[in-house]
């Protein structure tokens, strides 16, 4: 079975500061593995997946996250934190038994706040 | 390209009332998911249909709710009768079957169930 775990429920930082968002990841079988963003009282918008064509993902709004097999992790990051940047941020891992393979199992989501 | 719909936006019902949510998802996309999430966690995937057919229902409460997608087109989620711990937001998603576990989920912006 598979499953994410994302360390801190909520996140600090000021505005242009480094972003950094941190999932790990548990499955036997080798995962594809998502970060979406889910802003106040809206849906949930992919902003990158890794599907083992390359470890350092670059998805939208200038975040990127590497695949490190060795530490089972998938982090999140941004160079330069911008207030439009505060959301919820959840990472995800798909697989399942055959024909469920697009399932999707989140972690519990981290709160980033950005500050002046 | 218009996104996932899914009304109502928000609902509010007695406990043991009924309740419907609907969902039409991006127009040729023959995966649709109901997720459902709880305040402070990730979403958890209630049912996923491949057309107008059940791939994996498999944490459906099926005591209670139920679901169809009549022509593999609109779908709708239903409770009856509601409890307490109903309380959360339905998201529906929908996603081309391309390649299974790395296809993309495209979500709706959720539907808040307040049961009292």
């Known amino acids: 079975a598979q499953s994410v775990t994302q360390l801190g429920s909520h996140v600090s930082v000021s505005e242009g500061a480094l972003v950094l968002l941190r999932c790990n990841y548990s499955s036997s079988v080798p995962p594809y593995l998502f970060w979406y963003v889910q802003y106040p009282n809206q849906g949930l918008q992919l902003l990158l997946k890794y599907t083992s064509a390359a470890t350092l993902v670059k998805g939208i709004n200038g975040f990127e996250a590497e695949f490190k097999k060795s530490e089972t992790s998938f982090h999140l990051t941004k160079p330069s934190a911008h207030m439009s940047d505060a959301a919820e941020y959840f990472c995800a891992v798909s697989g399942g038994a055959t024909g469920t393979a697009s399932k999707l199992t989140f972690g519990t989501g981290t709160r980033l706040q950005v500050t002046l | 390209e218009a996104g996932v719909a899914q009304s109502p936006r928000y609902k509010i019902i007695e406990k043991r009332q009924s309740v419907a949510f609907w969902c039409n998802p991006i127009?040729?996309?023959?995966?649709l998911y109901w997720y459902q999430q709880i305040l402070g966690q990730g979403p958890k995937l209630l049912i996923q249909?491949?057309?107008?057919?059940?791939?994996?229902d498999s944490q459906l409460p099926k005591d209670r709710f139920s679901a169809e997608r009549l022509k593999g087109v609109d779908s709708t989620l239903k409770i009856q009768p509601a409890k307490l711990e109903d309380s959360a937001v339905y998201l529906c998603?929908?996603?081309?079957?391309?390649?299974?576990?790395?296809?993309?989920?495209?979500f709706g912006p959720g539907t808040r169930l307040t049961v009292l």
């Open positions: 127009s040729g996309h023959a995966t």
């Open positions: 998603a929908s996603s081309l079957p391309l390649a299974g576990a790395t296809d993309t989920q495209y």
């Open positions: 249909f491949q057309n107008n057919g059940v791939v994996d």
